[in-house]
């Protein structure tokens, strides 16, 4: 695309996961393009943050449901003020804002992206966001575009799947010195082997799973350590629950941390244990790129890159059994998931870097902007 837009983005989310993480990636993206980006985001939260901190240009709107009339107005006003080519929306709240302003402002191409596969319902207020105030929806995962279209009465033609493109260093740590330095970081021997899962602490990321799953296989493996990187609302939940395990001085909270791929190439195996919403996740894919064996639950679009016994293993979700298992199985069998690690890297690489999503995006656009 020849033409350098203005992109407006909205979210109302305040905390930092893969959602934001995702439209943040992109944003950056965009801007190394050439593209004006400005973003809509509460001023307490991550990415308005994030992204000011960046230079990028960020404008408070509060997207709270309280507030979602007036809300309506102001983003009507800021978009009359900018005149965007493109507005993309991302959470509920901003999406219903910002769509209906969008509208009202006439702006010529509304995304709306869909990044969870929690079903939307079937009813005549989400049938009149999707089929009528968005021009097109992206969605993170196969599974999500299905659904919409499937459930929403939506055309295919409106539905593009396209998964978060990844933003790798150009060099990897080696695996025994990211092994070394992370016993170092936790105060445990430098012979000790770890897994791990690196996600933010919420319910349906299946942490209780994992962590009874390395209960139950903690005495086979003893120099075995399980880390848990992240931070989220249930990091007290957690924590309340390893401290009644005998494996419990082995079970490390470590917090968010900002370079997930030191922490995969220190790892034995990467977990994400996901009982539900789940799109594409970023974590898989970062791990895969790490040359890290990964372990997936059959959620969502984890089965899309998780193919089992090709480029990972996978299992059903909330079973600590079978994820006990899968583990036990991957770290007795190292010889044997070479192949796997060798071919999920490679589809990283042909499906899944962040030039491929940004191609995708651009070439939605100047498709709406052309009509």
């Not at 319902?121 to 919409?148: F, G, P």
């Not at 399980?226 to 990091?235: E, Q, S, T, Y």
Request: a positive charge; aromatic letters at 6%; charged letters at 20%.
């Amino acid at each position: 695309m020849k033409k350098k837009l203005t992109i407006v983005h909205t979210e109302a989310s305040d905390g930092w996961g893969g959602q934001e993480i995702r439209i943040f990636t992109e944003c950056l993206w965009l801007r190394q393009q050439g593209h004006k980006i400005i973003i809509f985001a509460p001023s307490h939260s991550q990415i308005y943050q994030r992204a000011k901190a960046e230079g990028l240009e960020v404008f408070h709107v509060q997207f709270a449901k309280s507030s979602q009339l007036t809300d309506i107005f102001k983003v009507f006003r800021l978009l009359k003020k900018i005149k965007p080519d493109v507005i993309g929306t991302h959470s509920s709240v901003d999406s219903w804002v910002s769509l209906i302003a969008g509208s009202l402002a006439g702006i010529r191409c509304r995304l709306r992206y869909r990044h969870v596969s929690t079903p939307v319902r079937n009813s005549a207020l989400n049938r009149w966001q999707y089929q009528k105030l968005c021009h097109h929806i992206i969605t993170t995962a196969d599974c999500i575009s299905n659904s919409l279209i499937k459930n929403l009465n939506i055309s295919e033609k409106k539905v593009s799947t396209i998964p978060t493109g990844l933003n790798p260093p150009d060099q990897l740590i080696d695996k025994d010195t990211a092994r070394i330095n992370l016993a170092k970081e936790l105060g445990v021997s430098t012979d000790s082997r770890f897994i791990g899962q690196i996600s933010v602490l919420r319910s349906w990321k299946g942490h209780i799973f994992l962590i009874d799953a390395f209960e139950q296989l903690a005495d086979s493996f003893q120099s075995l350590h399980l880390v848990l990187v992240g931070d989220g609302p249930c990091m007290q939940i957690l924590t309340n629950h390893v401290a009644n395990l005998k494996s419990k001085n082995r079970i490390h909270f470590v917090g968010h941390k900002t370079d997930p791929y030191q922490y995969f190439r220190a790892f034995e195996g990467a977990v994400l244990a996901s009982t539900k919403n789940e799109g594409v996740p970023q974590s898989l894919l970062q791990a895969m790129w790490a040359e890290c064996p990964v372990i997936g639950t059959n959620v969502g679009g984890i089965p899309e890159i998780v193919l089992d016994k090709t480029t990972g293993t996978l299992i059903p979700p909330s079973d600590s059994v079978s994820l006990e298992n899968a583990i036990t199985d991957n770290l007795q069998n190292q010889d044997s998931i070479i192949t796997m690690v060798d071919n999920a890297k490679k589809m990283v690489a042909e499906k899944y870097l962040i030039t491929s999503m940004g191609k995708q995006i651009l070439e939605i656009i100047e498709t709406k902007l052309t009509i």
